[in-house]
């Protein structure tokens, strides 16, 4: 994708003294999106931003990933101002 600047994985976790398997987790449950690029991991740097947000969830408030998830989503509709219904409950389980 042309003009989108990206950071590894490796990079990402080096800077922030975290695990790779955790933000291997965020990924596995669709908190965030990466470009696989054969045995590299890269993350966008729109994604950036919301891997820490889930980084401090998880640190600074013991939220698990499932619950982040939910978090994250919640946020995103408040934030982006959206209103209609509820989406289903079982899409978050």
């Known amino acids: 994708m042309a003009g989108v600047a990206y950071?590894?994985?490796?990079?990402?976790?080096a800077f922030h003294q975290c695990d790779i398997v955790v933000v291997e987790e965020f990924i596995d449950?669709?908190?965030c999106e990466v470009?696989?690029?054969q045995?590299?991991?890269?993350?966008?740097e729109?994604?950036?931003?919301?891997?820490?947000r889930a980084l401090r969830l998880r640190n600074d408030l013991g939220v698990n990933t499932p619950g982040i998830d939910i978090?994250?989503?919640?946020?995103?509709?408040i934030e982006g101002?959206?209103?209609?219904?509820v989406e289903d409950y079982d899409h978050f389980s």
């Open 7 to 13: 950071i590894t994985i490796q990079q990402f976790c």
């Open 29 to 31: 449950h669709g908190i």
């Open 35 to 37: 470009q696989p690029d």
């Open 39 to 44: 045995q590299i991991i890269l993350i966008p």
């Open 46 to 52: 729109n994604q950036v931003p919301r891997i820490e």
């Open 71 to 77: 978090i994250l989503r919640l946020l995103d509709r």
């Open 81 to 85: 101002g959206r209103r209609g219904p």
